[in-house]
């Protein structure tokens, strides 16, 4: 089968320069840091926690884990993004680790975390149930995954693949919430879910019309 993964992550290189025009990815209004801000201290461990940002982007949401104390690897198969997320903590003089590979498979040399967080990667994934897998089995017992999606208004079955090779993606459309949470729940001991269509100053001040939500599960501890 061949690899696509070089024209994918072409892809995402093409659109870093512009990502942060969006007012969720950059995060530059004082009102949507601040809401993320604190959905994310509400849904991860007190820090200073272990925390991987899967599908991290430019950087923003690490940005705020950082600056809340927590220790942050960051994974994008994007090396562009990546050099961007660098840049930001360059900046504004934090610590955090960022390296280049896919988000599904992270490379984090078999480091386990207090927490996996991933914000609207999974419908460009081939396989999402097998990247859940992933991202639980990197857990400590106790530990939360923090996943934040939509079903939205993209096209869906039948659509034009958004990158040379991305064709075919299961979720292309985004996921609803019931649904992500049939595949989630087998995998983790508890689990809640957070809609967060109507939190307009997530997205910038603007109203939205397709289902946004937070999904928030909790591993299960090891019994001896």
Do not use: N
Not at 40 to 63: I, K, N, Q, Y
Not at 101 to 118: E, N, R, Y
Not at 170 to 185: E, F, H, N, T
């Amino acid at each position: 089968m061949r690899d696509h993964s070089a024209a994918i992550a072409g892809y995402w290189d093409a659109a870093a320069a512009s990502f942060d025009e969006e007012p969720d990815h950059g995060l530059r209004a004082d009102a949507t840091r601040a809401a993320w801000a604190a959905l994310l201290r509400s849904w991860l461990p007190a820090p200073p926690a272990e925390v991987l940002d899967a599908g991290c982007g430019t950087g923003s949401l690490s940005l705020l884990l950082a600056e809340d104390g927590h220790r942050v690897v960051g994974v994008d198969l994007s090396q562009k993004m990546i050099q961007r997320a660098r840049a930001k903590f360059a900046a504004a003089q934090v610590e955090g680790r960022f390296l280049v590979g896919d988000a599904a498979v992270p490379p984090a040399d078999g480091t386990s975390f207090d927490a996996v967080l991933c914000r609207h990667l999974i419908w460009t994934l081939p396989d999402p149930v097998a990247a859940l897998r992933e991202w639980v089995a990197r857990l400590r017992p106790g530990g939360r995954l923090v996943l934040v999606e939509g079903r939205w208004g993209r096209s869906g079955e039948g659509s034009a693949p958004y990158a040379d090779g991305a064709g075919g993606l299961p979720w292309q459309a985004g996921v609803g919430a019931a649904d992500l949470a049939a595949c989630v729940r087998p995998l983790v001991a508890g689990l809640r879910i957070e809609p967060l269509s109507d939190v307009q100053d997530l997205w910038g001040g603007a109203a939205v019309s397709d289902e946004r939500y937070a999904l928030i599960g909790e591993a299960g501890e090891i019994r001896g």
